[in-house]
């Protein structure tokens, strides 16, 4: 019985390397998605971490506005105040989250004082 020359073994050899390459290429490309796919739900993630920063932010001071004006009448100003400090509250939180203020070194926290000096 007489072979074919292709179903020779360099035939199939040539068939299979080509065969591997075109998968090597679809793996690699896969692969790009898959990065390019992580990269964007980083950014998803961030986004959502630095929106609920700064929603929380403003809701808690105007929280704390509505409950200074009703238990301590003072009409619309506790809101107004609570609401502006809770806007500026979230504003810094999420510029600290970016990374584009650094959060206050203990040392400043501290007022200057040495840790060992006592209060």
């Known amino acids: 019985m007489a072979e074919k020359p292709e179903d020779s073994p360099e035939a199939r050899l040539r068939k ?29 993630a961030m986004a959502v971490k630095l929106s609920s920063e700064f929603i929380a932010a403003v809701i ?4 704390l506005g509505w409950l200074l004006d009703n238990f301590a009448a003072t009409g ?13 509250a979230g504003v810094l939180n999420v510029m ?11 040392v400043d926290r ?8 006592g209060p």
Do not use: Q
């Open 16 to 44: 299979l390397e080509t065969n591997l390459k075109g998968r090597r290429r679809n793996d690699e490309e896969i692969k790009a998605a898959d990065e390019r796919a992580s990269e964007t739900r980083k950014g998803y």
């Open 60 to 63: 808690v001071g105007a929280i």
């Open 76 to 88: 619309p100003w506790g809101m107004i105040v609570f609401l502006l400090l809770g806007f500026c």
């Open 96 to 106: 600290r989250a970016a990374g584009m203020v650094a959060s206050p070194h203990p």
């Open 110 to 117: 501290m007022g200057g004082r040495d840790k060992n000096d």
